[in-house]
C-alpha cells in the first residue's frame, strides 16, 4: 500500500502587539457595536467603520471572542460608564465590526504640551488564549511614536496602525464613512492578563439604546 503525504502548508501569523491599558478602562460595559453614538458630534461627523478579524498565529479565525473596546469622545474626552465603550462577539469566520467616531487626541501634561495619538483602546478575549490588551492608531497621526506622551505605549508599531479609507453612497459626499481594517492575532495560553480581576457579581452595564430604557 503506498502512503501519500501531503504536505500542510501552515500560514503563519504574528501575534498582535500588546500596548497599555491606560487609565480610563472601566470593567462590565455596555454591550454594543455602536458607540460615541451619545457624543453630539455623532449626527454631524462621518463615522468612522471599524472592522477585522480575530484570528490565531496559524491565520485560523476565532469565532465568539469577547472584544471590548474604549476610547476617547471627539474632543478627547473620556466620558465614564456608558459613552464610547462597548463589548461585542467576533461572529463566524472571526469577523468583528463595529461604529464610532474617530476618537479625538488628549494632552497629558497639565501645561497641554504633550498629546497622544488619536487611539482605540481594545481588550480581546477567548479561553484558551491569552488576554491581549491593546490600542489601535491612525497613520499620519503627529503624535505616534517618539512624539506620543505615552513613552512606554506601542504607537510605534506598524502592526497597530491603520490607514482608514472614506467610502461615500452616492457622489454628494453627504453619505460618506470612513472605514478602517484591524485584524487582531491571539496568542495561544492560558488567558495571562494584565487587566485586574474585576468584581463579576455586578451585572453589565444596561445599554440604555438597546433596551430603550
Ligand atoms: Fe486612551
Given amino acids: 500500500m503506498n502512503v501519500y503525504c501531503v504536505e500542510q502548508q501552515v500560514q503563519s501569523c504574528k501575534a498582535t502587539?500588546?500596548?497599555?491599558?491606560?487609565?480610563?478602562?472601566?470593567p462590565?460595559?455596555?454591550?454594543?457595536?455602536?458607540?460615541?453614538?451619545?457624543?453630539?458630534?455623532?449626527?454631524?461627523?462621518?463615522?468612522?467603520?471599524?472592522?477585522?478579524?480575530?484570528?490565531?498565529?496559524?491565520?485560523?479565525p476565532i469565532s465568539g471572542t469577547r472584544i471590548e473596546v474604549w476610547q476617547a469622545d471627539h474632543d478627547g474626552h473620556y466620558l465614564f460608564k456608558e459613552n464610547c465603550r462597548g463589548y461585542f462577539y467576533a461572529e463566524k469566520g472571526g469577523h468583528y465590526a463595529f461604529l464610532t467616531l474617530h476618537p479625538g487626541t488628549y494632552s497629558t501634561d497639565p501645561k497641554k504640551e504633550l498629546f497622544r495619538p488619536a487611539h482605540i483602546h481594545f481588550?480581546?478575549?477567548?479561553?484558551?488564549?491569552n488576554i491581549l490588551v491593546t490600542q489601535m492608531y491612525f497613520a499620519g497621526d503627529p503624535n505616534l511614536?517618539?512624539?506620543?506622551?505615552?513613552?512606554?505605549?506601542?504607537?510605534?508599531?506598524s502592526d497597530l496602525i491603520v490607514e482608514p479609507r472614506q467610502?461615500?453612497?452616492?457622489?454628494?459626499?453627504?453619505?460618506?464613512?470612513?472605514?478602517?481594517?484591524?485584524?487582531?492575532?491571539?496568542?495561544?495560553?492560558?488567558?495571562?492578563?494584565?487587566?485586574?480581576?474585576?468584581?463579576?457579581?455586578?451585572?453589565?452595564?444596561?445599554?440604555i439604546v438597546e433596551t430603550g430604557k
Avoid: W
Fill in 28 to 60: 462590565r460595559p455596555p454591550h454594543r457595536r455602536q458607540i460615541c453614538d451619545r457624543d453630539p458630534a455623532f449626527k454631524n461627523e462621518r463615522h468612522l467603520l471599524v472592522e477585522g478579524r480575530i484570528l490565531d498565529e496559524s491565520c485560523q
Fill in 167 to 207: 467610502m461615500c453612497a452616492d457622489k454628494t459626499g453627504q453619505f460618506c464613512f470612513r472605514i478602517a481594517h484591524f485584524d487582531i492575532v491571539l496568542k495561544r495560553g492560558n488567558e495571562v492578563s494584565v487587566v485586574p480581576d474585576v468584581d463579576d457579581s455586578e451585572p453589565e452595564l444596561d445599554d
Fill in 17 to 26: 502587539t500588546p500596548d497599555v491599558l491606560g487609565p480610563y478602562y472601566f
Fill in 123 to 129: 481588550r480581546v478575549q477567548k479561553p484558551g488564549y
Fill in 145 to 157: 511614536g517618539r512624539n506620543d506622551s505615552c513613552t512606554e505605549c506601542s504607537s510605534d508599531r
